[in-house]
């Protein structure tokens, strides 16, 4: 994997791996929305990502982050896997919850290794457990949005993979590379069975206004990446002797 990444024929490469042939809706709405450009693919999201975890504080706050994500995805996916799921696609789902809820615990147990403590770099956000109980959404957009940020996580975690392997913290990525190994697994398998999801939906014509619908949380993932790596840029700009621990004090 280069710094640019095409996030596209990487997943038509996934998908034929797995015996996977989409529509041409559904097909024609990964060609648009993963076009180059596409935040996560860019050299600069790379860079980025790259300079954060050339920092051993960073990736413990990247670690605590992944944590807590994972955390608060799986019980979205649980409440609206109770809610509105049929059988088979409620089974997957809950599935997936047990493995975001693993993930989570996965992503913790790694922080120590950095030599940080979970409490030294995470954010205070008492408003998760509210913000998780009070979401709802349609079943339809929201595997939309779960998909797009399924394959999302899938690029990044890859890129996290490739620059551990640099192995600038040997230490690190002796303990940290196999429990990436063990995640980048189940996130396939997340990618896969929500694309083949949209795709037999997208077949049927269940949903009317659907091909929009995924494209434009594939947007707003892109979006919020963007911004994402803004914030994560002003914030270096400000701190970036402490977060980068090249300052004495941080050492």
């Not at 809706?25 to 060609?31: F, N, Q, W």
């Not at 770099?121 to 009070?134: F, Q, T």
């Not at 400000?238 to 977060?243: D, R, S």
Request: glycine residues 6%.
């Amino acid at each position: 994997m280069s710094s640019q990444i095409n996030v596209r024929e990487d997943l038509h490469d996934l998908y034929r791996r797995h015996g996977f042939s989409p529509g041409a809706t559904y097909t024609g709405v990964m060609d648009k929305a993963l076009a180059p450009g596409l935040s996560y693919g860019t050299a600069a999201f790379y860079g980025v990502t790259a300079t954060i975890l050339s920092s051993k504080r960073m990736i413990a706050y990247n670690l605590v982050q992944n944590s807590i994500d994972e955390a608060k995805g799986g019980s979205r996916i649980q409440l609206v896997a109770d809610r509105y799921a049929p059988p088979d696609l409620q089974r997957k789902m809950k599935r997936h919850v047990g493995e975001e809820l693993k993930h989570s615990k996965q992503f913790g147990e790694l922080v120590p290794i950095t030599g940080y403590r979970m409490e030294e770099v995470a954010d205070n956000k008492p408003e998760l457990i509210e913000e998780v109980l009070e979401f709802d959404d349609d079943l339809h957009a929201f595997i939309c949005r779960v998909h797009s940020i399924e394959i999302r996580s899938w690029t990044v975690l890859r890129i996290y993979q490739q620059v551990l392997n640099e192995r600038q913290f040997g230490e690190v990525a002796d303990r940290a590379l196999p429990v990436l190994d063990d995640i980048m697994q189940d996130e396939i398998n997340h990618v896969v069975y929500t694309g083949q999801q949209l795709d037999e939906w997208l077949r049927s014509n269940e949903k009317p206004g659907l091909p929009d619908t995924l494209e434009e949380c594939f947007a707003h993932t892109n979006r919020e990446t963007w911004q994402d790596m803004s914030s994560m840029v002003a914030y270096l700009a400000k701190n970036y002797e402490v977060a980068l621990e090249l300052h004495p004090a941080a050492a």
